[in-house]
């Protein structure tokens, strides 16, 4: 069958969506029009088969008659994504909201940029397809929606972002375009540049604006990155932190959850507002400490005050970074003072802030290195019904050699 319509006059486009969708299971089918017929049935009655996943209107057709196409679409056939290909405005992004489509793709964009719109629009598809079969069975997972994970350390500098950046890479090989990380580091987050990245919008745009009122809106606010995740970084000016309050967080975490497999956020060190909103939303906490007496103090103080305040989330993952066994101190000394197991130990490596620095996650260029392997355990530990797996501990003691 034809997985992918595209109807569009401009041949060029048709070019770098057909390049897009290459290597992709399913077929484009393209048709050289610049006008709509007057329903989408009348499309739908020149394919063979089953319907569409993803129907893309290209550039060149009526804006008007699109969003009206769309609209229609979403009655008659609402298991099939709409693509807009139109240069955004507000006004744009709320008619297309209201008309149903799921995506605004710009017609200069580049075939990558192409590519994830369309895997994203064929995810949205096969959930509703799923969602409007006659005996469908929403799982507790699937009512509950996706993993938070809050990765959080209460003093700065032991590496949290770097566990953060890497944690969603990782992520992102089991859940490709399902992983969100979001920078809640509202006044210093490093995520842009621990990724790369040179976000069009920040999480400001994603809860002082529409976004917040609808998922779709917010997607496009969202950054891509290669490894097939998404991003919201934090704010370009610090003084934008004042905007955003606990409930904004909540808000956009309760969004999120329901759009993603997972949703990964890098905290503030501390235990401000936005932090605390955060653990109020999260199902796992990764604590971060390093191998030194104020950061493990650090994370004990931590850990008893969030257990005073029932703030502790239901699965906990403790972290020990660069870890050195030349530091003074073992492992059982970080346990003993910080009351409970730890579960990864990642070696102190020259690899990994070389890493972070040029804006390449470990676990995304490949690099064999000493701190890959606890990287990888920690996203194991997220991989499904892991928890129902036998395991000699729950909570693994590390080794730290």
């Known amino acids: 069958m034809s997985r992918f319509v595209l109807i569009t006059p401009e041949p060029d486009f048709e070019r770098k969506v057909r390049t897009a969708t290459a290597g992709m299971s399913g077929s484009l089918q393209w048709f050289q029009a610049d006008y709509l017929p007057a329903g989408p049935r009348e499309i739908l009655d020149q394919l063979l088969g089953e319907p569409p996943e993803v129907l893309i209107l290209g550039p060149g057709l009526e804006i008007n008659d ?34 149903g489509v799921r995506d605004l793709l710009s017609p200069a964009a ?37 993993r938070i994970i809050a990765v959080m350390s209460p003093k700065g500098g032991v590496g949290k972002t770097t566990v953060a950046t890497n944690l969603a890479v990782g992520l992102g090989t089991l859940a490709p375009m399902g992983v969100v990380i979001v920078d809640l580091d509202l006044q210093f987050g ?68 329901h759009e993603f497999q997972y949703v990964v956020i890098d905290t503030a060190p501390g235990l401000g507002e936005h932090v605390l909103a955060a653990l109020e939303n999260a199902t796992d906490a990764v604590w971060v400490c390093g191998m030194d007496i104020p950061s493990i103090r650090g994370l004990r103080t931590g850990l008893n005050i969030l257990d005073e305040l029932q703030l502790l989330p239901q699965h906990r993952h403790v972290v020990l970074n660069m870890a050195d066994p030349k ?43 000493a701190a890959t392997k606890g990287l990888r355990l920690l996203v194991n530990r997220f991989k499904p019904n892991w928890d129902e797996r036998t395991h000699k501990q729950m909570h693994r003691r590390a080794v730290v050699r």
Do not use: W
């Open 110 to 146: 580049d075939s990558d940029t192409i590519r994830v719109m369309v895997e994203r629009a064929s995810l949205a598809a096969a959930g509703r397809r799923r969602g409007l079969a006659p005996n469908a069975i929403e799982t507790p997972s699937q009512a509950s929606g996706g």
């Open 66 to 99: 699109s969003l009206k196409h769309a609209s229609l679409l979403d009655l008659q056939f609402p298991e099939i994504s709409v693509v807009l290909a139109a240069e955004q405005s507000e006004s744009l992004v709320l008619a297309a909201m209201r008309s």
């Open 190 to 257: 490093d995520v842009a540049s621990g990724l790369l990245l040179n976000p069009e919008h920040t999480i400001t745009d994603a809860v002082l604006g529409p976004a917040s009122q609808d998922s779709m809106v917010l997607k496009t606010y969202l950054s891509v990155h290669p490894a097939s995740i998404y991003a919201l970084c934090a704010p370009r000016n610090p003084v934008e932190m004042d905007r955003i309050t606990a409930q904004h967080v909540s808000r956009l975490l309760e969004q999120l959850r």
């Open 327 to 369: 530091s003074g101190l073992v492992l059982k000394d970080v346990e003993a003072t910080i009351g409970v197991p730890v579960d990864v130990a990642i070696p102190r490596s020259r690899t990994l802030p070389f890493s972070t620095n040029k804006g390449v996650p470990l676990l995304q260029d490949g690099t064999r290195d």
